[in-house]
């Protein structure tokens, strides 16, 4: 019976261990390029000279137990991976394969949809089958063409609206969900994202498209209102970042508006529900007022500092232009004179071999005029030496207290700036005490008596 026990063991053992969950190694991947290759003698003498990882292109890891994604950061190249019929949880570990451009993770058991983000060339994603209740993190992949995220758990069928900024979605897939058992389900898709031409892989009538806009038309309304305004909202903040960028030359950004106060308190949920008080509101908007008056203000003064500041710069570069070319123009002058001589004597040496060639005149007569000529020609080359480097010295001079002019100047103009920068952000920074001191006073007021409190006040008071 022992020994018995023990032969079962051995046959029960090795497969529990091949069947066990298993993470993506580098083993799983070879031995899955193998198997892709063909199985006549090419396909036996490529897999013995080994595949180049960077000439995949492909891989199917299909049911493989996979628990973990890892290890695919090797295959730089792949445009298409199938991971379907595994256990995997977790989208993770593939920011690095931004080429690819299909994706199949159905049959998991995927909770959420995360960390695509770099995965911008993604056409086919595949998430049929696991355990995803909402649809998003997809912004990235505006590429998208086909969907398929049917028998999840997404409950909400506002849910497709995500999909409304999708310019190239033409397929989706949501049967299976909760969100899909209305019966109007499908008028609903073919109403709220008009680009798509198949819903459950079935063309999408003309017929349907209106069915649904005349179910849907008091929702389509609402949907196109809400963008309206979400467009404004996303037009103002990009001009505010664009402003910015401008106004950043100027050390002014985000001073000419609101915008500062406002991101103050956009997310400072106690300060937004401290104004549920009795005299906080009117306190709030005079803080306000002030605030931006003076924000607006160091934002008017910044942009005139800038506009002197730009102004002093163009005066230096002008000045330095004018000298360069001033410069250059004595330098040009200095060496015309000097190759005028030196031509002269040129000419005149030339004369002289000529002459003594002809025996017009004696041996002694031409080294002695040669000799004074190179002698004069010596004394003027060190004469334009001596002029060049005075002019150079005299130039560095100038240069040097222009410089120092012009960085006093531009110093003064920042020092300016920045003490009425900091004389501004203290008086802010006043303001936010008083104002927060006199919502205080208020709070205690109210705290002191309870009755009243109660009473009067919202639930989400009490609880600051």
């Known amino acids: 019976m022992i020994s018995q026990n023990k032969e079962v063991a051995n046959t029960i053992i090795p497969w529990c261990i091949r069947n066990e969950p298993q993470v993506i190694d580098n083993k799983m991947i070879k031995a899955c390029i193998d198997d892709m290759a063909k199985p006549d003698e090419a396909g036996r003498l490529l897999r013995e000279e080994g595949i180049p990882l960077d000439e995949i292109y492909t891989i199917r890891l299909e049911f493989k137990k996979i628990l973990r994604i890892d290890h695919l950061w090797v295959l730089k190249s792949l445009t298409q991976l199938s991971l379907n019929n595994n256990f995997i949880e977790k989208i993770e570990n593939l920011e690095s394969l931004i080429h690819l451009k299909e994706l199949n993770l159905s049959f998991n058991k995927i909770a959420a949809i995360e960390n695509l983000d770099e995965l911008v060339n993604l056409e086919v994603i595949n998430l049929f089958q696991n355990k995803i209740t909402k649809i998003e993190n997809l912004q990235n992949q505006t590429e998208l063409i086909i969907l398929s995220i049917g028998n999840n758990l997404i409950q909400n069928k506002d849910n497709v609206l995500y999909f409304r900024g999708f310019k190239y979605l033409k397929s989706l897939n949501l049967a299976g969900n909760p969100c899909a058992e209305e019966d109007t389900f499908r008028l609903y898709i073919a109403a709220v994202l008009p680009v798509l031409d198949y819903y459950e892989y079935i063309f ?242 109210i705290l002191a008596n309870e009755e009243l409190l109660d009473m009067l006040y919202p639930q989400e008071l009490k609880e600051v």
Not at 214 to 228: G, K, N, S, V
Not at 307 to 331: F, H, P
Request: glycine share 4%; net charge negative; proline share 0%.
């Open 204 to 445: 999408i009538t003309k017929e349907e498209r209106e069915g649904g806009q005349d179910i849907f038309e008091a929702l389509l309304r609402e949907i196109h209102e809400a963008e309206y305004q979400a467009n404004i909202i996303k037009l103002k903040k990009e001009k505010e970042l664009a402003d910015a960028k401008i106004h950043s030359l100027s050390f002014v950004e985000y001073l000419g508006s609101s915008y500062l106060f406002d991101s103050m308190f956009e997310d400072d949920v106690e300060g937004n529900t401290f104004l549920l008080m009795d005299d906080v509101q009117p306190l709030y908007d005079e803080f306000r007022e002030e605030f931006v008056k003076n924000c607006i203000e160091l934002f008017e003064f910044g942009q005139e500092q800038y506009a002197i500041r730009q102004a002093e710069m163009k005066q230096y570069q002008d000045t330095v232009e004018k000298a360069k070319k001033e410069g250059q123009l004595q330098s040009i002058e200095m060496m015309e004179a000097f190759l005028e001589k030196k031509n002269y004597i040129f000419y005149t040496i030339t004369k002289l071999s000529k002459d003594f060639e002809k025996e017009l005149i004696s041996e002694d007569v031409y080294y002695d005029s040669v000799g004074e000529i190179a002698e004069q020609f010596n004394s003027d080359l060190q004469a334009i030496w001596k002029n060049a480097m005075k002019f150079e010295v005299t130039i560095f001079g100038q240069m040097e207290d222009v410089n120092q002019t012009f960085e006093l100047s531009l110093t003064d103009l920042t020092n300016i700036f920045i003490e009425h920068a900091q004389g501004t952000f203290t008086y802010l920074r006043n303001l936010e005490n008083l104002y927060f001191d006199n919502v205080s006073e208020i709070a205690f007021k």
